[in-house]
């Protein structure tokens, strides 16, 4: 068969198939956008301006955008407010150390884990605030919004001071006001480290025992926490692309090199037993389990 024959059987060929199906676009609270709202935090996230946002998570989400072929849009507001955003949803996304819970799920979407993350105590240097029975007496600092808030009400003999902002925790630790502060596990990382004039440390917190569980389940929050981000409750298309992202990033090695760069390390891809089953039968499936690397 001559080539004139050959182009005219394929053109004849495409012709009669039609034209090859494009895919549908991701639904976006705006088209070909991918708008998130974040609390500036860092090393997770810090707000540069309306199309970029820096740190670990900054970095995760704009990867993931890069890999779903959508531009970056950037909401920064406290912590209370970026989660309303994504949960009302005025953004597709609240982009963070996002913990999710069986209740925060009847509000939004979640994606598979980010990372996970160990409890510390940030103190002033000196300190020995390291498990719920030295917390008693002592005045604790923590942001508005968080899970661990009702759970340490619970816990005889620690007073609790909510904060809007993050900042002031930091202040009034270095100034005596308070004894001890439990934010995200990185930023009290970085503050310590490049904020060396507040004299503050950090201390992991000893795991509650069987015993302690059982009279306050809450404090399972204490344990490791499962970090996520939460997706607008109309766009399941969109939490599935960001889960696939996530799970390639820590097949491929990318999230431990994220990791690593802001301060994390292996230990923050291994997951627990309860991580799996907490979700199973809320928001995923029999079979699902909690990524672990």
Not at 96 to 106: D, F
Request: glycine share 8%.
């Amino acid at each position: 068969m001559n080539r004139r024959i050959l182009i005219a059987a394929a053109l004849c060929s495409s012709f009669l198939a039609g034209p090859v199906a494009a895919q549908d676009p991701i639904k976006t609270v705006s088209d070909g956008t991918l708008t998130i709202s974040i609390s500036s935090s860092m090393p997770n996230t810090g707000f540069v301006d309306a199309s970029h946002v820096d740190g670990l998570d900054g970095d995760i989400i704009s990867y993931i955008a890069e890999k779903l072929g959508l531009k970056l849009s950037v909401m920064s507001s406290d912590w209370t407010g970026a989660l309303a955003a994504a949960q009302t949803c005025r953004s597709d996304a609240v982009v963070g150390p996002v913990g999710w819970t069986t209740q925060r799920a009847k509000t939004g979407l979640f994606t598979d884990p980010t990372y996970y993350t160990p409890a510390l105590m940030i103190q002033r240097e000196g300190s020995a605030i390291d498990s719920i029975e030295t917390m008693s007496g002592k005045k604790i600092g923590i942001p508005q919004g968080y899970l661990l808030v009702p759970t340490l009400k619970k816990i005889p003999g620690v007073e609790v001071q909510v904060y809007p902002q993050v900042s002031s925790i930091y202040d009034d630790l270095a100034a005596g006001r308070i004894d001890g502060g439990i934010i995200d596990t990185l930023v009290q990382i970085y503050v310590a480290k490049t904020r060396p004039e507040l004299k503050l440390t950090n201390l992991p917190i000893k795991a509650p025992t069987d015993a302690q569980l059982k009279d306050n389940p809450g404090l399972q929050d204490l344990l490791p926490a499962v970090n996520t981000y939460l997706v607008c409750k109309n766009e399941p298309d969109l939490e599935k692309a960001m889960t696939k992202v996530l799970n390639d990033m820590r097949d491929d090695g990318k999230m431990l090199e994220l990791l690593k760069k802001w301060g994390g390390d292996q230990s923050y891809m291994k997951a627990f037993p309860f991580m799996t089953t907490m979700r199973v039968g809320v928001d995923r499936s029999q079979g699902w389990t909690s990524p672990s690397k």
